[in-house]
């Protein structure tokens, strides 16, 4: 798996590479046999962190449980796997940067100026 990222918080861009584990196909023919489609979901989930770390997960959401998390399924599949900061221009996110900043969404990122424009 590839990634390239940018976090508006720390005002960085972020790339990574990592595999899946190599028993992923024989714990999928197995996760859905426990939890077959009728009754699930199934989603490989990706998730990137502001801090320049990636994690993968398997999850297997009960469609038929009224909304009873419990029987839910989910596995890490790679954790905390640490990115290399790369080159990228910072000024190009910097509108969208301050939006977020003005709704709450992140604190005003080190280095840049306090008045954001309008």
Not at 6 to 34: H, I
Request: hydrophobic share 35%.
């Amino acid at each position: 798996m590839q990634a390239r990222w940018f976090s508006f918080r720390t005002q960085t861009f972020y790339e990574v590479t990592f595999s899946l584990p190599d028993d992923l196909d024989g714990n999928l023919r197995q996760w859905y046999r426990d939890y077959p489609l009728d009754d699930y979901n199934h989603t490989l989930i990706v998730g990137f962190s502001g801090k320049g770390e990636a994690l993968a997960w398997w999850e297997a959401f009960c469609n038929t449980c009224n909304y009873d998390r419990s029987h839910d399924f989910h596995i890490p599949l790679a954790e905390n796997v640490v990115a290399e900061v790369v080159e990228g221009n910072p000024a190009w996110y910097e509108d969208i940067t301050y939006q977020h900043v003005r709704e709450g969404t992140i604190p005003l990122p080190t280095g840049m100026a306090d008045s954001s424009p309008k």
